[in-house]
């Protein structure tokens, strides 16, 4: 979120963003890289006042003007993180603020789609795709046997009950096929109304947008819909449970029922994707 996700911050900026919470650090020869640096920062005021300060900098609205949608964005992807410590941000006025919430509960979200009166998860599952077929992809012919390739990985990790290997797989090839698409397909997607910018404003490079941006543009012009869009969403979270310390936090284990959505959701993002009319996009 400081580096790159909320605006781009190179060396100078981010010395200057960490000046402002008591450092008093130059930019010069030897700089460490971007990531590493703010690590660094991170860790030294963690646990403090400062950090409460950093967080309400990070998301102030004055940085969003005319850019509200993305302010928005950027908090409901930060909660989703925080809130498993019990916390989340929310814009009062003109300010941010920093408060208790509910820790949430996978299985009371699960739960919230099977009662959902459209695109619920049953309703999800029992869906048949007749043109899965990622031969018909729009994508490079050279990735296309790697697709493959995990895919036939993923079946042998489902088979074998590896719920959240076959789970991180899904999740690995959803953002290469769309990331495939995109580049068959740039003018589309850098026009669509979800690509991200730089802080220039200028549209970043398809190789830098992360798979809830793809996602999102995919649906913005209309090569998936709604459904697919919804639960790619949810298979994008549990793909996160590749961090082990996020999987310690909620203790989540994947089991056979959520692979088989996770798995739906693919085959069904790949059925839309090869029915999509693109010449008629944009």
């Given at each position: 979120?400081?580096?790159?996700?909320?605006?781009y911050?190179?060396?100078?900026?981010?010395v200057?963003?960490?000046?402002?919470?008591?450092?008093?650090?130059?930019?010069?020869?030897?700089?460490?890289?971007?990531?590493?640096?703010?690590?660094?920062?991170?860790?030294?005021?963690?646990?403090?006042?400062?950090?409460?300060?950093?967080?309400k900098?990070?998301?102030?609205?004055?940085?969003?003007?005319?850019e509200?949608?993305?302010?928005?964005?950027?908090i409901?992807?930060?909660?989703?993180?925080?809130?498993?410590?019990?916390?989340?941000?929310?814009?009062?006025?003109?300010?941010i603020?920093?408060?208790?919430?509910?820790?949430?509960?996978?299985?009371?979200?699960?739960?919230?789609?099977?009662?959902?009166p459209?695109?619920?998860?049953?309703?999800?599952?029992?869906?048949?795709?007749?043109?899965?077929?990622?031969?018909?992809l729009?994508?490079?012919?050279?990735?296309?046997p790697?697709?493959?390739?995990?895919?036939?990985?993923?079946?042998?990790?489902?088979e074998?009950?590896?719920?959240?290997?076959?789970?991180?797989?899904?999740?690995?090839?959803?953002e290469?096929?769309?990331?495939?698409?995109?580049?068959?397909?740039?003018?589309?997607?850098?026009?669509?109304?979800s690509a991200?910018?730089?802080?220039?404003?200028?549209?970043?490079?398809?190789?830098?947008?992360?798979?809830?941006?793809?996602?999102?543009?995919?649906?913005?012009?209309?090569?998936?819909?709604?459904?697919?869009?919804k639960?790619?969403?949810?298979?994008?979270?549990?793909?996160?449970?590749?961090?082990?310390?996020?999987?310690?936090?909620?203790?989540?284990f994947?089991?056979?029922?959520?692979?088989?959505?996770?798995?739906?959701?693919?085959?069904?993002a790949?059925c839309?994707?090869?029915?999509?009319?693109?010449?008629?996009?944009?």
């Open positions: 979120m400081i580096n790159d996700k909320t605006t911050r190179g060396g100078p900026k981010l200057a963003f960490f000046n402002q919470l008591g450092f008093s650090d130059r930019y010069g020869q030897g700089f460490p890289s971007r990531s590493s640096y703010t690590d660094g920062k991170l860790q030294l005021i963690n646990g403090k006042p400062e950090l409460d300060k950093c967080i900098s990070i998301f102030a609205p004055i940085n969003f003007i005319d509200e949608e993305k302010l928005l964005n950027c409901t992807n930060f909660n989703k993180y925080l809130s498993f410590d019990g916390w989340e941000i929310s814009v009062k006025g003109k300010e603020e920093i408060h208790h919430c509910k820790e949430p509960n996978i299985e009371e979200e699960l739960n919230k789609m099977k009662n959902s459209c695109n619920s998860e049953t309703d999800f599952l029992k869906m048949e795709f007749n043109d899965f077929n990622i031969d018909q729009p994508i490079m012919d050279t990735i296309k790697l697709i493959q390739n995990r895919m036939q990985e993923l079946e042998h990790c489902f074998a009950k590896a719920y959240l290997s076959s789970i991180i797989i899904a999740g690995s090839i959803l290469g096929i769309l990331l495939g698409v995109g580049q068959a397909y740039p003018k589309q997607f850098n026009q669509s109304k991200p910018t730089k802080e220039t404003g200028k549209v970043k490079s398809l190789h830098e947008w992360n798979l809830n941006e793809m996602i999102n543009a995919a649906y913005d012009i209309g090569i998936i819909k709604e459904d697919v869009k639960f790619s969403h949810v298979l994008r979270d549990f793909r996160n449970y590749i961090h082990p310390f996020q999987q310690m936090a909620t203790q989540f994947p089991d056979e029922h959520t692979a088989k959505i996770c798995f739906q959701v693919l085959k069904a790949i839309q994707i090869n029915n999509a009319n693109f010449d008629s996009k944009i």
